[in-house]
């Protein structure tokens, strides 16, 4: 897999998806031992020209957090995928009334205590 041990392969895995309340994308090496400790997440698989040391295609993969949005579509590559700005702003204006709303409820459940 890497310079990593076994162990601290899970213990990251473990690290990573412990994590709730921010949004979070992990990149590896696309290896079946990898995908068995990710085998619960959201993930997209993809190959690129790789340089480094020896030209090669590189295998990859990505994990993505529960939270995260990803495109809505099967064949995007992550090297290549470009949101229009129209979507970008669509997106945008999304999250923005879920701040407000979550900001309205905290302040509303902060009232009833």
Request: aromatic share 10%; hydrophobic share 35%; glycine share 2%.
């Amino acid at each position: 897999m890497n310079h990593y041990k076994d162990e601290t392969h899970q213990l990251v895995s473990d690290k990573i998806k412990a994590i709730n309340n921010i949004k979070w994308i992990v990149s590896y090496d696309n290896v079946p031992e990898i995908n068995a400790l990710y085998n619960d997440c959201n993930k997209k698989e993809f190959s690129f020209k790789h340089t480094a040391y020896k030209a090669r295609i590189g295998k990859e993969v990505l994990f993505f957090s529960d939270t995260l949005i990803t495109p809505d579509t099967d064949d995007w590559n992550p090297l290549k995928f470009k949101l229009s700005r129209k979507k970008i702003e669509g997106i945008f204006c999304i999250l923005k009334k879920e701040i407000v709303n979550n900001h309205a409820n905290k302040k509303d459940n902060h009232r009833k205590i």
